[in-house]
Nanobody
Framework: QVQLVESGGGLVQAGGSLRLSCAASGRTFSSDTMGWFRQAPGKEREFVSAIRWTGGITYYADSVKGRFTISRDNAKNTVYLQMNSLKPEDTAVYYC?????????????????WGRGTQVTVSS
């Protein structure tokens, strides 16, 4: 059974940094695209970043380009989201998602597996 478990969220001041982790288990993920999405209260879930497990090709939403970095650790089956220069508008629940294959990574409906999320709160 595929499981995705996020961690690393918390409360940080504007300009600060956090690193989110997504530990994946239940099968091999070498063919997967792994994504990070976020959802703020009253808003739709939005794409943040994604990485192709094989090859390491990365994708970013314009709102986080230059501030966030996605990476993966093959040995630990873990995907990371390093978030720097955080802004109050980054406040949201952050979700990790996965699915096999190559698809448009910004489309949440293309992911079959989701974690429960981790809260990120950025104070001004």
């Amino acid at each position: 059974q595929v499981q995705l478990v996020e961690s690393g969220g918390g409360l940080v001041q504007a300009g600060g940094s956090l690193r989110l982790s997504c530990a994946a288990s239940g099968r091999t993920f070498s063919s997967d695209t792994m994504g990070w999405f976020r959802q703020a209260p009253g808003k739709e879930r939005e794409f943040v970043s994604a990485i192709r497990w094989t090859g390491g090709i990365t994708y970013y939403a314009d709102s986080v380009k230059g501030r966030f970095t996605i990476s993966r650790d093959n040995a630990k089956n873990t995907v990371y989201l390093q978030m720097n220069s955080l802004k109050p508008e980054d406040t949201a629940v952050y979700y990790c998602a996965a699915n096999r294959g190559m698809f448009i990574p910004s489309m949440p409906q293309r992911y079959d597996y989701w974690g429960r999320g981790t809260q990120v709160t950025v104070s001004s």
